[in-house]
Nanobody, 122 residues
Framework: QVQLVESGGGSVQAGDSLRLSCAAS????????MGWFRQAPGKEREFVAA????????YYADSVKGRFTISRDNAKNTVSLQMNSLKPEDTALYYC???????????????WGQGTQVTVSS
């Protein structure tokens, strides 16, 4: 069992930056793939980024590549998502998730946080 708690969301202007954090507790954090997903109203949950257990491999959705950076600190049991050059289309509820295997499919992830809202206005 893994418990995940996100923080760092907020309301910003287009072009601004935000840093989301996810604190994990429970089973061995360093053995899990960590991902960020987002869901806008009326849309399906979509993959944003993921990072391997060692941190050596990172994966991004095309829509955020070059703007978002995922990182993790296994000593602190945290994973972060640095979001730069935010756009109105990045507005969504952002979720932290954990899985034993990498995938861009939400169904692969066994543990989820409650989400943190990011709103970007033009």
């Amino acid at each position: 069992q893994v418990q995940l708690v996100e923080s760092g969301g907020g309301s910003v202007q287009a072009g601004d930056s935000l840093r989301l954090s996810c604190a994990a507790s429970g089973r061995t954090f360093s053995n899990t793939v960590m991902g960020w997903f987002r869901q806008a109203p009326g849309k399906e949950r979509e993959f944003v980024a993921a990072i391997s257990w060692s941190g050596s491999n990172t994966y991004y959705a095309d829509s955020v590549k070059g703007r978002f950076t995922i990182s993790r600190d296994n000593a602190k049991n945290t994973v972060s998502l640095q979001m730069n050059s935010l756009k109105p289309e990045d507005t969504a509820l952002y979720y932290c998730a954990a899985s034993e295997n990498y995938s861009q499919l939400p169904s692969t992830y066994d543990w989820w946080g409650q989400g943190t809202q990011v709103t970007v206005s033009s």
